[in-house]
């Protein structure tokens, strides 16, 4: 699908399959993103930047290209669009596909196969974006929330919208979703064409404004110690580190990860890094994590799919198939379990919190301290204070992403009580005393 274009994040997990040609998010504007027909941005999106670079995007848009935009906006990069609006209450009423337009994208389709996935709910929604003017709706929730739109009128391009899921990843399904994604593109293919030959019919008609307002100056940011976290500029990151009860032991702030390579570390007391962020430049930034680990700070690292980072001390990973579906079967147990229950992080949270699904196994190095393993001893989370003069937290487990997403209630529940614990692990030596 050569024009195609997927906004690439850089994840690098073995699980990601291939739907067009990937762009580097950091290189859309060296792009000639002009000859895509269509431009497909995932939820994993650096906002921030695409915030920073709104001109690229909507000098796209305003020579008739198709944006396809499926996720949770938080920052102001998408012309007409607006913050994304959560369920209020979230159930399968609220999850249900109430009403599919007649529109070529979801031909042929069944609601209950949007709605349903292995007879579970909450896939394909939750929550919408509320609309702009003109906009044409293509699927409604059961409260009546737009979660799919279609605008026309806010650029000369075409921009669709989807609240949450992944429009393009239904191709697998065993009924009448797999036709979503071949009809979305081609769709937008034939879109494409006939927007770009109005505008060369009439190159002045109905131009819209071209002039963007400045990108935001930067992410939140802390001095001094405690504890910090990087931020990637994705919504469910951001949602993550800064809702209140969590962004309270976020003492230390946020280290954008464009930043992070330039950045000194060493004042503060931790560092969390999490799961799904741009491979290339967290590896670029490995200096600055090793010197926070040399000069006794904490370090957290999550994984969710992709590879522990390389450049932490001791760490090896080997990947594993992730089984999201094991709590459907009868009697369903993941199997997790603690060889050292006495643990402090078992102070603030218990095992079954931490049990959702995994990506990968750990080989802790000799005299860390194993806090979740499976049946066969293999590691999912450990601590380890004997590699370097810090301490490093290690974990094939992926809250960040799935709480931020709005999904997954033992995600929320574990970081209630992670966060906590981090914090107090993460001050135990107060930088200035390092």
Known sequence: MHDVALIDMDIRSPERTGRGERVDCY???RTDLSRYALLVVPSTVDQEHLARHRGVIREYLDGGGVLLFGGQLHRDWLPGASMFVPLARPSLAAYTVAGLADHPIFAGIEPDDLT????VAGFFARGHHPLPPGAEVLVRLGGGEPATYVDRTSTRGTIVVHASGDLLGYDAADNTANRLAGQLVDWARAEARARRAAIAAAPSAGAPDPTVAPGPAGSPSGSGGGLAAVYGGSAPHHRALTTPKYARHVTGGLRYLPELAGTDLTGLDGLIIPERLHRDLLHTAGGRVRDLLDSGGTVIAFAGGEPVPEFLPNVRWEH??????WWLEPGADLGLRTPDPEHSLFDHLAVRDCTWHYHGVLDPPEG?????????GEALLYVDRVSTPGTLVVATLDPMSHYGSHFMPATERFLDGFLPWAAEEATRTPAGAR
């Open 27 to 29: 290189a859309l504007d």
């Open 116 to 119: 349903f996935r292995r007879g």
């Open 320 to 325: 594993r198939p992730t089984n999201f579906w």
């Open 368 to 376: 860390a301290e194993v806090l979740i393993t499976l049946p066969t």
